[in-house]
């Protein structure tokens, strides 16, 4: 005996075209959440530098240290953040000027041992972050 194929919604997904019941998924985060995350997690570290490290480039240090240290407060207050230079909305590169010198900083994302690449940086369990500041010609 052959039953009559049944029409399904292909919205609905293959277990229900197929008829299989199956255990409810474990929600994982959206996009939007994920981006959300990162974006705070990122203003905290770039404000605070706290659970991460901060580098900066030879040709800035060779401009001293009250330099260094004005160019940090200008990354920690930094709010200009754009479409345009912020594409994917975490936060996490800058572009600004002190004392006539252009400067970029970014945040780069690392496991906790810093040897290699975050596996989720919106997990800060699994995450440390390094913020690096350098004269824009250096990069």
């Given amino acids: 005996m052959t039953r009559p194929l049944l029409t399904f919604d292909l919205r609905a997904g293959t277990e229900t075209a197929i008829g299989a019941v199956s255990q409810p998924k474990a ?3 959206s996009v939007n959440s994920r981006t959300a995350r990162i974006r705070d997690l990122n203003d905290a570290f770039r404000t605070t530098l ?9 040709g800035l240090a060779e401009l001293g240290i ?5 160019a940090a407060a200008a990354v920690r207050a930094y709010q ?8 994917d909305g975490e936060h996490d590169f800058g572009a600004f000027t ?3 010198q252009r400067l970029i900083w970014k945040i780069d994302y690392y496991d906790p041992t810093l040897r290699y690449g ?7 369990a ?10 824009a010609d250096e990069c």
């Fill in 27 to 29: 929600r994982t985060m």
């Fill in 50 to 58: 706290a659970e991460g490290k901060c580098a900066v480039s030879a």
């Fill in 66 to 70: 009250p330099f260094a240290t004005a």
């Fill in 80 to 87: 200009d953040f754009t479409p345009d230079n912020d594409p």
């Fill in 98 to 100: 002190v004392e006539d």
């Fill in 118 to 124: 975050s596996r989720d940086p919106s997990n800060p």
């Fill in 126 to 135: 699994e995450t440390r972050r390094v913020l690096t500041v350098m004269l």
